[in-house]
């Protein structure tokens, strides 16, 4: 019940002592909204319509196309990707072009449509169609290849049809003699009613499979909320380990001026000194979630998502924040160097985890960000801390997830606070 009531009372002189300082206040609470303000206000101000966001993560991939067939099956194709809302088209003017700007890493991959495109289809003679891969991003590039299959496939019975059409003319002679427009428009004629026939036949098979899916409804959302949903995450939890330095400042300042020796002197358990510097710490990442969040909640509607899944993640996010600043409080050896140091951490975690240089895409109705899934700035990030914070509450915002699937993510941040609070409680002195 001591142990209790002291790291409690030490708890609350810390917090004081932290609210009396208007400007690591600033940096704390003030600087996490204006920082998500500037990038997500823009966004949301024009996006007041309703967005769909799937349980399941959706990809937006970068692709050029080149066209080099004037014929109107490459310009099918063109077409029909266009409307694909995974693939964000752009447009190149030479295969040269295409090839560098996927070997720049500004497309996973180039489709190229060659000069006898149409010409060879019409010909009934074997053709296909180029893909530029980026070989680091090969999970895209599958996807890319997928929905290229499926199109050309589209693409190849209609072909297989109009030339089917146009041999049974000629070999049984029916419209021999006509002019060309004639034959056109007969060839035209009858394509219609087959392809509608081919339609009734899809839409209505002699055996029906039925497909339940049982993951979570598509939910629609207002863009601003989804916006603010991907960005305050992200800036809540770079701001939330500055508390970092500023712990690691007050632990050596204390150690300066011999207020824990005082402690020692009195019938304090050790202990309770070093948890009250870790309560303390807690409950300002939780006063900043609640800030940050509930203001992105009331005026731009951003989703909270599960009640019991925020309340823990956030703990497990507090718990490896001040885990973190009790390191460098046990590791620096002034409070100068405490300061300079945690603010550097807090940089370079934050560009270790991924989430600085992302997009985001509503087109379509569809929230879709781009963010690395693979390669090595993927796996660098999944050292970091800020990551899993970050993607658990993305996942709970955003996708709608509960306790459980925040689980793998939780179990992240808290094997970072028990390895930090490891070494920081072997390597901590009080003098």
Known sequence: MNFLRNT?????????????????LAVLFILPLVFAMMLGAPKAAGATNLVSVSGESKLSIRTI???EDEGPYGAQVDEVLRDIQTLRMQTAHSVDLADKKVADGD????????????????????TGIQLIKDPTRQTEAQVVAGILREVLTELSIRAEIEYGIRAVYEITGALEGANPETIRAVHAQTMGVVWTAVQEIRQSPA??????????EDRTLVASGLIFGFVMPIFSTMFAFFLVGFMAESILKEKEAGSFRRLLAAPIHPGSVITSKMVAFIVVVFLQMLL???????IFDMPLGDPLGLLVLTLALALAATGLGMLLGSLAQTKKQAG?????????????????????????????????IEGFKYYLSQITPHAH?????????????DLGELLPNIAALLGFAVIFLSVALWRFKFD
């Open 292 to 298: 940050l969040f509930g203001i992105c909640n009331l």
């Open 389 to 401: 914070a970050i993607t658990g509450y993305i996942k709970l915002i955003i996708n709608g997830a």
């Open 65 to 67: 196309i080149v066209n």
């Open 107 to 126: 497309a996973a991959v180039a489709i190229i449509i060659p000069v006898d495109f149409s010409a060879t289809i019409d010909a009934n003679q074997p």
């Open 8 to 24: 409690l009372k030490q708890a609350r002189k810390d917090l004081k002592i932290l609210f009396k300082d208007r400007g690591q």
């Open 340 to 372: 300079s140091i945690g603010m550097l951490l807090g940089f370079v975690l934050w560009f270790a985890s991924g989430f600085t240089g992302f997009t985001i895409d509503l087109t379509g109705g569809v929230m879709q960000v781009d963010l690395p």
């Open 207 to 216: 055996i029906v499979v039925q497909r339940q899916d049982m993951a979570k």
